[in-house]
């Protein structure tokens, strides 16, 4: 079990039940959902109204679209149906008057505002959000609920805290960024070094879920989050070249995701890394992660700097990339790679991974003293057990896997993923000698 268990492949349903109101609205959430909060947002300062209101337009449009047909131009319908309502509720709230006499000066045909330093839509909303005056779990919680889209449980399940932990931060961040009265502008190029740890830590979160697919959603949503967060990346890339953390997570993501076309197989199971067919990875991609890590690991040795967060885990990715087969894997150089990750990256899902590439390249046994040193950080997480029950069964102890198998399924956040390690946990022979 080298590698987390990544993509949920959940099943499509009949297709012919779907109408094209149903598919227009996925569609245009998809893919404005981030755009319309934003620019109401910036309209009338109020993060928790724009959210408001478009979900609001959203409800609307399920009734309207269905019986009157999907409009010319869906995006522009949503937006000026939330327009309309956020007008409808100041004109309601009386405290509100100076909010109210500014909001219907507005004009739906306003001129579009300049794109300032970040020419892409998406990436310039993603700058905005991430502003300074908040915290980098706040900024970051917010962006991927505001601009991405995702449910407050999914940025949870990422995080590794409950729902309401992420709740709180939400909304703690809307209220300091009410309070202060910031504007929700076009960030200049001075603004962007100091936002560009938040973005980046967003486009990461991006392509995890992209992978954990915990939603009913089809997966298309994931391949989705993943095309994104690449396009975005290389975006970044080319706006801030310098940066290790960007060009480091651009690697990242060419490195994993040119392994997509073998994740899953062609009944719709998961497939580990140890099992994927390496001649279906996307080699372009991974000379392009190549070409790029490369030139930072040159720069590094000139000038004495050490390799952040992604850099190194492009790297860990890299080295499985270059393999030719699974039992060829150098585990004692991404071994070494993980004793470098955890100086800079100390969480607890990077200790699970260096418990299992210890696991690897030492035994299973030396594995599990380094994975059980993070039970308490990760006792309700399924990857902890998961991995505790491979590396128990490995190392002859069949009954403890068993249990931990359990502990797993129970906590697995997809059906998918409890298929996969239902099937694991069945393997394991109970008979044999512990």
């Given at each position: 079990m080298s590698e987390r268990l990544e993509a949920e492949h959940p099943d499509d349903g009949d297709a012919s039940e779907s109408t094209d109101a149903d598919v227009a609205l996925a569609e245009v959430h998809r893919a404005e959902?981030?755009?319309?909060?934003?620019?109401?947002?910036?309209?009338?300062?109020?993060?928790?109204?724009?959210?408001?209101?478009?979900?609001?337009?959203?409800?609307?449009?399920?009734?309207?679209w269905a019986a009157d047909g999907v409009p010319p131009n869906p995006g522009?319908?949503?937006?000026?149906?939330?327009?309309?309502?956020?007008?409808d509720r100041l004109r309601r709230e009386a405290r509100r008057d100076d909010k109210h006499r500014e909001a219907v000066l507005l004009a739906d045909d306003s001129p579009a505002e300049p794109v300032g330093a970040v020419a892409d839509d998406r990436l310039r909303l993603l700058f905005a959000c991430c502003h300074?005056?908040?915290?980098?779990?706040?900024?970051?919680?917010?962006?991927?609920?505001?601009?991405?889209?995702?449910?407050?449980?999914?940025?949870?399940?990422?995080?590794?805290?409950?729902?309401?932990?992420?709740?709180?931060?939400?909304?703690?961040?809307?209220?300091?960024?009410?309070?202060?009265r910031v504007p929700f502008r076009v960030p200049e190029a001075s603004d962007l070094p100091d936002r560009a740890a938040a973005v980046v830590a967003v486009l990461s979160l991006m392509y995890t879920q992209g992978y954990a697919a915990t939603s009913d959603a089809p997966d298309r949503l994931s391949l989705d989050l993943l095309a994104e967060a690449l396009r975005?990346?290389?975006?970044?890339?080319?706006?801030?070249?310098?940066?290790?953390?960007?060009?480091?997570?651009?690697?990242?993501?060419?490195?994993?995701?040119?392994?997509?076309?073998?994740?899953?197989?062609a009944d719709g199971a998961l497939v580990t890394l140890a099992e994927q067919d390496r001649g279906a990875w996307d080699r372009d991609l991974i000379a392009e992660a190549d070409a790029l890590l490369g030139e930072r690991m040159r720069r590094a040795r000139a000038t004495g700097i050490r390799l952040g967060r992604f850099e190194l885990l492009a790297a860990i990715h890299l080295v499985h990339a270059h393999a030719p087969d699974a039992g060829s894997t150098d585990w004692s150089q991404i071994v070494a790679l993980y004793e470098m990750l955890v100086r800079v990256d100390p969480s607890p899902m990077v200790g699970v991974n260096h418990a299992i590439a210890v696991a690897e390249a030492d035994s299973p046994e030396a594995g599990l003293i380094v994975l059980e040193r993070r039970e308490d950080d990760l006792a309700g997480h399924y990857a902890f057990h998961a991995v505790r029950a491979h590396l128990l069964a490995s190392s002859g102890a069949p009954v403890e896997a068993l249990d931990a198998y359990e502990r797993a399924i129970s906590l697995a956040p997809t059906a998918a993923m409890a298929e996969l390690l239902t099937a694991r946990r069945d393997g394991v022979d109970a008979t044999s000698p512990g």
């Open positions: 959902w981030g755009r319309i909060v934003a620019g109401l947002a910036r309209r009338f300062g109020d993060l928790d109204l724009a959210e408001e209101v478009a979900a609001e337009a959203f409800a609307v449009a399920v009734e309207r522009a319908w949503i937006t000026t149906t939330a327009h309309r309502r956020a007008i300074p005056l908040l915290g980098l779990e706040t900024r970051v919680a917010l962006t991927l609920r505001v601009i991405v889209g995702l449910t407050v449980e999914q940025i949870a399940r990422l995080f590794l805290v409950p729902p309401t932990t992420i709740a709180q931060r939400i909304t703690r961040g809307k209220a300091k960024i009410g309070a202060a975005l990346a290389r975006q970044l890339h080319a706006l801030l070249p310098g940066d290790g953390d960007v060009t480091g997570l651009l690697a990242l993501l060419l490195a994993s995701i040119a392994r997509t076309p073998a994740r899953i197989s």
